[in-house]
């Protein structure tokens, strides 16, 4: 499961490196390896709990959305190129939360 | 007593008519698809921007004008009204090689900082609902 997971992300980290590094309005582009570190840390988190892999998608600003999707219930990073961090918690597509920690909002969707 | 515009009025502009439709055009990275269900649907990067999100105004663009800029791109309709109502400004902010007044953007209304999070999940819900034309996923 661990080695799966290892796999799983380190796919998606290769191919958020292997964008093109030039801006864009339309397309993602290449995160910085600082905002890549965050993503990997994040994604990381709760891998001890049986929380599933989370999907990596880049932006078009160089930040990385990462989402844990669970049954009617998903939270969301958005890291943003300066490498600041806003979560997302969300049930049967409404807002439930834009506070709190990420093991809280990962607990709360594996409650 | 001041009749002046708000500064949430300033931002948005008036130009840009509740009843008009813009486009995000949908990279194909946008449009995964669940890994248990196989389904796909356009994620919330497509809407995360740190400063904007680029729009273009249906009525001075054709589908073949952006097809032929970017072919592999979807197009995700989105009604002027749902976006305003979602806590947005709009703004015309012309860029090539779009037509003069096409390309707008969308922002945090009233400050026209960035959108938060469940701005950023209210924009992609209505992109999904309207998805026009889906991109070529290889």
Known sequence: MQQHRHSALEEQLAHLRALSAAPAEWSPSRPTEKVLDIARSLAESGWHDDIPTPSLIGTSDGGVHVKWLRGSRHVSAFIFPDGSIEYLAVENGHPVSENGRLSELLNWLMG | ?138
């Open chain 2, 1 to 138: 007593m001041g009749g002046g515009p708000t500064a949430s009025q300033q931002l948005d502009d008036p130009e840009v008519k509740d009843d008009e439709e813009l486009w995000r055009l949908i990279a194909p990275d946008w449009y995964p698809a669940d890994s248990s269900t196989g389904l796909r649907a356009i994620d919330e990067a497509a809407f995360s921007h740190n400063k904007q999100v680029s729009a273009l105004r249906s009525s001075l663009v054709t589908e073949a004008e952006v097809k032929r800029h970017f072919p592999n791109h979807g197009i995700a309709a989105l009604p002027v009204a749902a976006v305003r109502q979602s806590g947005c400004v709009i703004q015309i902010d012309d860029q090539p090689p779009w037509p003069t007044k096409a390309h707008v953007v969308i922002r945090k209304s009233p400050n026209g900082s960035r959108l938060k999070p469940a701005q950023i999940l209210a924009l992609t819900q209505i992109a999904n609902a309207n998805l026009r034309v889906p991109p070529n996923v290889p």
